[in-house]
């Protein structure tokens, strides 16, 4: 059996990239849902509409989990989701409460910048969230839904990406920040620009790392870890299996980042 990963697009590969590396004697199916990619400018039943109709197709291919690579899904859909199967389905979300604890403390009461959708943005969940975490009002959110596009299509160059992220951030004191939050899977290709446009001592975190730690130890847990996979992943985009090579080049892109 295999591990799911959902995203609406080649986002929830920052979190896979993480998973072949900490599992890499697990199989894997990745789900992209390419007809319907951005989620995060969309409303929230057409999205939750999308996410069920793809996670039906990935329940049919007998994944013994699921994770839902995706910010933005899940904020609308887990809890459909852990409902509706038996398997065990991990979320994404944005991780607000490190960075919050740490910039109460350990950087005397630095700002912390959360970049996401809108849609992540606006639903309770996060601000429930934060207004769970946020006792200092510390934290800020930006939408930057571009970065989706920009990744769909695969421009990772900081010398566009720069001047976009210095444009939407007109008018914000971008030394204040302690930590930035990538609450989106597909802004981690863009690490290295965002650190190009924040002071060097500035944080960017991102979940997956914490996220595949805890798919580990639910499989050890529930017996369903394996050692006889090979680390092989079979892509489909929207219900088609897709050729390895347009999802490859972006894994080996990851690989780059994590080797500077
Ligand atoms: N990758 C998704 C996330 O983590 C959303 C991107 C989109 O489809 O707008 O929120």
Redesign the pocket.
């Known amino acids: 059996m295999t591990i799911g990963f959902f995203?609406?697009?080649v986002?929830?590969l920052t979190v896979l990239a993480e998973a072949l590396r900490q599992l890499p004697e697990e199989n894997y199916i990745y789900y992209a849902d390419t007809e319907h990619?951005?989620?995060?400018?969309r409303n929230k039943d057409e999205v939750r509409r999308f996410v069920l109709q793809a996670v039906d197709f990935m329940a049919a291919q007998n994944i013994k989990a699921l994770v839902v690579a995706?910010?933005?899904?899940t904020s609308i859909a887990i809890n459909n989701l852990r409902q509706k199967y038996d398997f065990p389905v991990l979320g994404?979300e944005p991780a607000v409460k490190p960075a919050v604890e740490k910039n109460g403390t350990q950087k005397g009461l630095k700002r912390v910048l959360v970049a996401?959708?809108q849609l992540?943005l606006r639903e309770q969940k996060y601000q429930d969230l934060v207004s769970r975490v946020d006792q200092d009002h510390i934290v800020d959110g930006i939408a930057l839904?571009e970065l989706?596009e920009y990744a769909e299509n695969f421009v990772f160059d900081p010398e566009i990406i720069v001047p976009y992220l210095k444009r939407k951030l007109t008018g914000w004191n971008v030394s204040q920040y302690g930590t930035v939050v990538l609450g989106?899977?597909?802004f981690r290709y863009f690490e290295r620009s965002f650190a190009k446009v924040f002071p060097a001592d500035t944080d960017i975190i991102d979940g997956s790392i914490g996220t595949i730690r805890y798919l580990k130890t639910i499989l050890e847990q529930k017996n369903l870890a394996t050692s006889r996979g090979k680390g092989e992943v079979t892509f489909y985009s929207s219900g088609k299996e897709t050729a390895k090579a347009k999802y490859q080049k972006y894994l080996d892109f990851l690989n780059t980042l994590n080797k500077a």
């Open positions: 995203d609406s697009g986002g929830g990619v951005p989620y995060g400018i995706c910010n933005t899904a994404m996401a959708t992540t839904p989706v989106c899977t597909h």
